[in-house]
């Protein structure tokens, strides 16, 4: 408890820093998640309709994960430097799994003879995928962006490592002194992150969900 | 409504030892409600999705009225067709409303035509529009889907309406009411139907000439009453002829068949069937709960055990113990 009302104070007298690292941990998030969405839909479609693609990039994706965040950090930095590409490819890597294998279930998840019907009633194939098989595989793509979301938001704390900034310099700051407090300026922000990324896109996709009875 | 009609039309698949259809030559009349009968794998289905080009025939030609149908894109001819297929394939996040408007909106329909088509098929299906344009597809019961299936086939008024075995995923009792509001439904709308089907006794209920298949040829096309009573050969003789101990089943009761238990006892709780029901009925349960016998109740207690081979011996004339 103690610790908490240290950490508010702390907080509150670097208001700007706070606000500044806030900031940048966001754009760090929205950064890897918008890459892991405009290359895993598009790709997600493409696996679903043919096997060797699927097996092919869902393999070599979920490999990458494999890597330890923290030791691609270090692999790029001799490319990239301690700066916020390198901790973007980091964070990307860790995006692109959940939402390229949940575009591929959901795709593969509709019922073949509602593309029959769709496709039996003269739609055109482009059409198809926008009105028909889109609208009813978002929901699952949403699913697979809320866990890529969580596990970035809670990730990008590493970049803070590589001096790339983010809510993580407060932790590693709190590692360094051994102060608990200061740790939480960074922590609790980022657990309060994830968990209105949960919520929000738990709350998107129920809305997007077509309904059961 | 518009003729159909097939000219020597093959279709073979890559890797099938023999042809899915072959060499079929058939004229459906304007109007005509013709169902296509044959076992699983007698080209049925292949014939009919050649209609609408979801198959292509390997050889031969399909004409709409005088039109080849080819010479038309394959998206304008499939919105002039009405489709209704066995798993209904409705979808799921439209409205029952939107759903019926697919294809008048991408002819390019008027808002206000659209509209008022929909409350006219939705009164013409019985299902009250109010009540049912805004539902989605989940909250009806699978009867009701069908009918919603059948409504967005005839959205756009089409001349012909192609069904693929569209009630066989319907409970026994449903299927039958589904069956006669279609019969309705033509008698209004007159379309020039092709329907497939492996059920005998709905083919001969709906059809006003059969069309039967074996192994990609049709081996006789002829009204229903013809095929009974002229059958071209041994196939379609055993066809429709089979179904004649089903219907023979309906007119025998349980008692006639069961072996008696001595005493009485109370339910055990497998399925169970009245003394007085028909075998017709006992039969159907017996197959759709897969047990090995069914339990024979009267006025509360279990009076007897019957079997198949129980209801196959009635059916031949004589009981077997």
Redesign the interface.
């Given at each position: 408890m103690n610790d908490l009302v240290r950490a508010f104070a702390y907080a509150a007298a670097r208001q700007g820093e706070l606000v500044e690292a806030l900031q940048r941990h966001l754009l760090l998030v929205a950064v890897a998640l918008g890459i892991g969405i405009l290359v895993c839909v598009p790709l997600g479609i493409v696996t679903s309709r043919s096997r060797v693609a699927a097996v092919t990039f869902i393999n070599s994706f979920n490999a990458l994960r494999v890597i330890p965040s923290l030791a691609i950090l270090f692999l790029a930095l001799p490319y990239f430097g301690p700066s916020q590409t390198s901790a973007t490819i980091a964070l990307t890597i860790l995006a692109l799994p959940p939402i390229l294998i949940n575009t591929d279930t959901a795709f593969r998840k509709i019922?073949p003879?509602?593309r029959?019907?769709?496709?039996?009633?003269?739609?055109?194939q482009r059409?198809i995928l926008r009105r028909?098989e889109f609208?009813?595989a978002l929901p699952i793509i949403i699913t697979g962006i809320r866990t890529a979301a969580v596990e970035v938001i809670a990730s990008a704390t590493l970049a803070a490592f590589i001096g790339a900034g983010g809510l993580g310099i407060y932790i590693t700051r709190g590692f360094a002194l051994y102060d608990t407090a200061i740790l939480l300026v960074g922590a609790i922000p980022v657990a309060l992150l994830a968990i209105v990324a949960e919520l929000g896109m738990g709350s998107l996709q129920h809305a997007l969900q077509?309904?059961?009875? | 409504m518009k003729a159909i009609r097939f000219e020597q039309v093959s279709k073979r698949f890559p890797g099938a030892p023999r042809p899915a259809v072959d060499g079929v030559s058939l004229h459906v009349e304007a109007g005509e409600f013709v169902v296509l009968l044959g076992p699983s794998g007698c080209g049925k289905t292949t014939l009919l999705k050649m209609v609408n080009r979801l198959y292509e025939p390997s050889e031969g030609r399909i004409f709409i009225d005088d039109t080849e149908i080819r010479q038309l894109k394959v998206t304008t001819l499939r919105q002039q067709i009405g489709y209704v297929i066995q798993q209904i394939g409705l979808f799921p996040h439209m409205t029952v409303a939107q759903n019926i408007a697919v294809v008048p909106r991408m002819r390019g329909w008027k808002r206000d035509r659209i509209a008022a088509r929909i409350d006219e098929l939705l009164t013409l299906i019985e299902l009250d529009p109010a009540e049912y344009r805004g539902r989605y597809p989940a909250q009806l019961s699978g009867g009701q889907q069908q009918r919603v299936g059948l409504a967005r086939a005839l959205a756009a008024d089409p001349g012909v309406v192609l069904m693929d075995e569209p009630f066989s995923a319907i409970d026994a009792i449903t299927r039958a009411s589904l069956r006669d509001e279609l019969l309705r439904l033509q008698r209004k709308v007159r379309k020039t139907i092709l329907f497939v089907t492996h059920d005998v006794e709905e083919a001969l209920r709906l059809a006003d000439k059969l069309a039967v298949l074996r192994a990609g040829r049709v081996v006789q096309y002829d009204p229903p009453f013809h095929v009974l009573t002229r059958p071209a050969d041994d196939f379609v003789r055993d066809l429709v002829g089979a179904q004649d101990m089903v219907r023979h089943l309906s007119l025998l009761r349980v008692e006639g068949a069961m072996i008696g238990l001595a005493g009485g006892a109370g339910p055990n709780g497998g399925p169970t069937v009245g003394r007085h029901d028909d075998l017709r009925h006992a039969l159907s349960l017996l197959l759709r709960t897969g047990a090995p016998a069914l339990t024979v109740m009267e006025g509360g207690l279990a009076v007897g055990r019957l079997t198949i081979a129980g209801i196959g011996g009635a059916a031949r004339g004589r009981v077997e113990a």
């Open positions: 019922d003879a509602i029959e019907a769709a496709l039996g009633m003269g739609m055109p059409e028909i609208p009813l077509p309904p059961r009875s | -």
